[in-house]
């Protein structure tokens, strides 16, 4: 599956933005997926992971309450809404795709990347 991560720019602090992440293919539904984010110098992080289905999401506490992952088989994309956005949320966000459960937090364990689309949060 090829990914294509869009929607990043530049919002204030308390604003809102929404990611989408395209997918090849006509297996996307056999992936669970997720995103990922690096900020300069740090180590790239979970952010959210959504099952097969859609039904199950599992979130890191820092975006817990603030972010939605939905995804939408039938058009192959899923999509990330970050709201009440902080400085310490600029990252290149990354969407990712694994074959397995999406209960799973490793970077490692996610055959499949998208390019990467930067946000950046002014305080």
């Known amino acids: 599956v090829q990914l294509q991560a869009s929607g990043g720019g530049l919002v204030q602090g308390g604003g809102y933005l929404s990611l989408s992440c395209a997918a090849s293919g006509r297996t996307f539904s056999t992936y669970a997926m997720g995103w990922f984010r690096q900020a300069p110098g740090k180590e790239r992080e979970f952010v959210v992971s959504?099952?097969?289905?859609?039904?199950?999401?599992y979130y890191a506490d820092s975006v817990k309450g603030r972010f939605t992952i939905s995804r939408d088989n039938a058009k192959n994309t899923v999509r990330l809404r970050m709201n009440s956005l902080k400085p310490e949320d600029t990252a290149v966000y990354y969407c990712?795709?694994?074959?397995?459960?999406?209960?799973?937090?490793?970077?490692?364990?996610?055959?499949?990347w998208g390019q990467g689309t930067q946000v950046t949060v002014s305080s």
């Open positions: 990712a795709a694994r074959t397995g459960t999406y209960y799973n937090t490793r970077s490692h364990d996610y055959a499949y």
């Open positions: 959504v099952s097969r289905t859609g039904g199950s999401t």
